[in-house]
């Protein structure tokens, strides 16, 4: 154990509370005990990672075996990475303080593309060889990775041993139990990471072979020693039964979202075409009301949280929220829980909703009309009339609100510079419906500000065809947007920088080539990329240039319906003549209804051979 | 509803734990431990617990005060037996009982310190420079508060109790002003010393503790 080396360390640096674990809810079991011990890495500091759902859940199925001991690690910042490299502190797990290169597992949640180059600067900090290939013929560790970036993982190809694809509560513990199993056998490497490509769900990436035309795309993939053609997803079996945690690890240190979190429903019925996620988590599951309010109410009684937050990709989408709704604010107001409730729609965001949510203290609200026209909104199937928006704000201005966050993109597939100029007129209107309110608050007036994000064109969804719009085009349209917004004192918009987003776009749609680009960028000293102060473009560049490739082939490029793509082995149970279709009709502006109202064959019901909803009766959105 | 005063410690891992995250912690505790504690009332409700001396990040202690309201019937017994059973090992409730002294009465804390050698220091050379450094007339410091910054002279404020040279390190005691309208971080003193040292001494970690909470007739804060 660690605890005599990093102690001398930590009064010298910012936060350490998030370097020495011990907080209520950590898992500690005798490592006499244990079988087989799973490092769960979170490739971004402390105080990110502790917010994210995922790792509650992957770490409560671990530890719920009793032969299984999973612990938290993450991204050290700056100052303590400093400090452990100066005095040859390997990278550690939070609760045995024990370095992660002698774990059995050590995995990484990936959901988001600007993480990789912690990824590599963690396992370098764990003393563990970056490639793969250099990993030797010892089964331990296995350098593993999950999460919502591993269906388009190739960039990460050359680093990992195997990938998790899809829903990782089932899953992990099936590799798990066919790791100890082998362990005891005495297997190599090579040996489990063959057999376990066999499991659904898993990809072992080194088994597959990439050919590549003299173009630069994909000629082939050729998959080696029996691993599948095609890696399927996983999903859970029972989602209202799936294990939850009933607490969690509550942190003494502030983090981004400290509160407790309950799953409400996976998946999305509403197709918006530039949405990942959306495609990603499908098919559309719901807890039902009573499910959710009885782990609220477990996970608020063992964290002693004060706060309720509900996670999905469209809670009012649930199809009985308003008696979910019920059920939880009986319990919260009574025991002085704050509930919130991200991600609700605008169309089916009802007066009786709104009468709800008022009743829980509310810091403002924030919709997502994505795209300023509704010609654009059409092309994109975001749902949302401009009537809908209005109608909405008019209620919560009404409830009493006077601040509303608007949130678009731009770059958008068709998209003109009167769609950017559509943005502030849209939010002009929103303004106009609060002076037309009769009855206004006094004291206050009205603010609206649009958050305008550069669109990243994202694998499995209808728009992975198309082309990145280019620095250029995106500089220009944000000085329309500046020009536009100029003399409107009640609306404020922002916007960043392109090169973010641009980095994003080649890594979410590049192939395994781009491992070499990482490994590089990394070296010239690339790390925590999605933070503003530490991102170096300019070393990207150079990263890129030294391995001979160019991120325009990868971002803005323009892709056609017959080229084989870097994660087209991926089988996330959406069909590529679905995207084509979508994208078809993208182009024509036209959209294409929820799935509870029609079924758009999008492939999933071929894999689970049954419709998603019950079709006989015209249900209400 | 009894007003309760908790003593509790406060080691190893959970000396990383800073004074406003401890807030939080204390207050989650109750929850978890479903011990029902007095809500303030008002706009925005909230446990009313209150600490009446901060202590230094990093620093261990075994006599850390907290002070709470019951709002029922349970026994502060129980209520010290639930709180532990859902607190982290390294942060305890020791004892409970009712309060007997107002938190203005605090007027000083003692503390144990010890300083580590660095590499190639000797403890007796550490001791000497200690000696050297506390036979000053007068050690004055600028200290930050809250309306600016302010000059202290640690050697009026501090008492030796004692002083020891361990195998690699040094050892003392000392007792600082505490309390609401003075109080010095011992932590001062030993930054001041450190940076006085002769160039071929140098220390290592302090460990730091604190040992009792006290007040203006030096009998224990209770």
Known sequence: MLFDKIEPLLLNVQKPARYIGGEAGSVMKDKKDVKCRFAFCFPDRYDVGMSNLGMKILYACINNRPEYWCERVFAPDRDFEAAMREHDVPLYALESLEPIRDFDFIGFTVGYELCYTNILNMLDLAGVPLLQKDRGDAIAPIVCAGGSCCCHAEPLADFFDLLFIGEGEELNLEVMDLYTRMKEEGATRQAFLRAAAQIEGVYVPSLYDVSYNADGTIAAVTPKSGAPEKVRKRIVSDFDSVTVPKEFVVPFAEIVHDRAVTEVLRGCIRGCRFCQAGFLYRPFREKSPEVICEQARTLIANTGYEELSLCSLSTSDHSRIEEMMDGLLTFTEDAHINLSLPSLRVDNFSTALMNRIRRVRSSGLTFAPEAGTQRLRDVINKNVTEEELLRTCKIAFQGGQTSVKLYFMMGLPTETDDDIRGIVELAQKVVDSYFEMDERPRGKSVQISCSVATFVPKPFTPFEFHPQDTREMIMHKQKVLEDAVKGHKRIRASWHTPDTSILEAVLARGDRRLSAVLLEAWKRGCVFDAWSEYFRFDLWEEAFAACGLEMEFYASRPRSYDEIFPWDHMDLYIDKEFLIRENEKAKQAVCTPHCRKQCANCGVTKVTKKPCFSYQKEENA | ?222
């Not at chain 2, 005691?173 to 001494?201: C, H, W, Y």
Request: a negative charge; hydrophobic letters at 45%; proline letters at 5%.
């Open chain 2, 1 to 222: 509803m009894t007003p309760v005063r908790a003593t509790f410690e406060k080691r190893r891992r959970a000396k990383y734990i800073s004074h406003l995250d401890l807030m939080r912690c204390m207050q989650r505790a109750f929850r978890r431990a479903e011990v029902p504690i007095w809500f303030t009332e008002g706009f925005n409700p909230h446990a009313y617990l209150m600490f009446p001396l901060a202590l230094s990040l990093g620093y261990e202690s075994g006599c850390e005060c907290m002070d709470f309201r019951l709002d029922g019937e349970m026994s502060m017994q129980t209520a010290m037996q639930r709180l532990n059973a859902v607190l982290p090992e390294d942060l305890q409730l020791l004892h409970v009982a009712a309060p007997v002294r107002k938190h203005t009465d605090i007027a000083f804390a003692d503390y144990r310190l010890c300083l580590d050698c660095a590499e190639g220091t000797k403890a007796e050379d550490l001791r000497a420079a200690w000696d050297a450094f506390f036979a000053q007339p007068e050690i004055l410091v600028e200290k930050k508060t809250k309306r600016g910054t302010a000059m202290v002279d640690l050697k009026a404020s501090a008492e030796v109790l004692m002083t020891q040279t361990l195998e690699d390190g040094l050892w003392l005691k000392l007792r600082m002003p505490a309390g609401t309208s003075v109080n010095v971080n011992p932590s001062l003193l030993m930054d001041a010393f450190t940076a006085q040292l002769p160039e071929n001494i140098g220390t290592g970690m302090l460990h730091a503790e604190r040992l009792a909470i006290l007040c203006a007739d030096k009998t224990e804060f209770v």
